[in-house]
């Protein structure tokens, strides 16, 4: 590591008043931090938000909402999350191991929008809103591009709010010794079908229209098998190629259809 200073924040606009292009906002650090090791981010100053208030879950009714700063762990053992939303529980019980569960947050995972992080997959599918300080995105128009997000700067997540759906399921493969997603599927079932995929596209994130169409017209695992899916736009790498990434999709398609019972 390298000299780097810390700022303890105690408030939103505290936060942001000390924001500037060489500043980084430090939310759980599961991301951040092993970037900075890597020297892939060299910020003059982390502003660590644990003091601002931005943690719980509240039922809305006809949504979930999560603040920035609970923890994967509170979203896996929630009591809330299991009665509204439970798919959303099983995804975080998915994410990393143990001690990275304890110090990762939702706020952090879907700020820094990672390739292969499990949530943007449940805000995507479950038509989420992402409140930030300045006001509401919805996470069609959220999530940009690989790392990249629409947030502008000075501008901090607060939470985020999922609609409850009637079904829903996440399915995951995972790399062996990470635990990132090579393919997560977050499938959920409301009016139309919303499929959801994390860990292969090139671009990050984003949502199958072939399998949406298949299974809203016919909401089964079957409904899955004639559609196609490219491996044109997927991710290829050493751990797996573009065609089996596709492959993958699918079949963690047809896995969170059956997990919706």
């Known amino acids: 590591m390298y000299q780097t200073n810390y700022v303890r924040a105690s408030s939103i606009d505290g936060a942001v008043a000390k924001l500037d292009d060489e500043a980084k906002l430090l939310a759980g650090g599961m991301t951040l931090l092993p970037t900075m090791k890597q020297r892939l981010a060299s910020p003059e100053t982390l502003i660590d938000l644990a003091d601002c208030g931005l943690a719980g879950i509240e039922d809305l009714g006809d949504a979930l909402k999560i603040g920035a700063m609970t923890r994967h762990v509170d979203v896996e053992t929630s ?39 499990c949530y943007p997959s449940a805000a995507l599918a479950l038509d989420a809103t992402i409140h930030t300080n300045s006001r509401d995105i919805a996470a069609d128009d959220f ?6 997000t629409a947030l502008e700067e000075n501008e901090i ?14 399915a995951k493969f995972p790399n062996p010794a990470s ?30 229209a072939g399998l949406e169409a298949a299974l809203t017209s016919s909401f089964s695992p079957e409904s899955v098998e004639p559609v196609t899916v490219s491996g044109d736009e997927m991710i290829s790498d050493m751990h ?22």
């Open 157 to 170: 997540i607060i939470a985020i709010s999922f609609s409850k759906p009637t079904a829903a399921a996440y």
């Open 79 to 117: 009591e809330i999350v299991a009665k509204s939303i439970p798919a959303l529980a099983v995804l975080a019980a998915k994410i990393g191991d143990r001690q990275v569960r304890n110090r990762g947050t939702i706020g952090g995972s879907i700020a820094n929008n990672d390739p292969s992080a």
């Open 240 to 261: 797996a190629a573009s065609d089996y990434r596709a492959h993958l999709v699918k079949e963690m398609t047809r896995r969170a259809v059956a997990a919706c019972g």
């Open 179 to 208: 635990r990132y997603a090579m393919v997560g599927v977050f499938v959920a079932k409301g009016d139309s079908v919303s499929v959801a995929v994390t860990g292969a596209g090139e671009d990050g994130v984003f949502r199958h």
């Open 143 to 148: 999530f940009v591009g690989m790392f990249e």
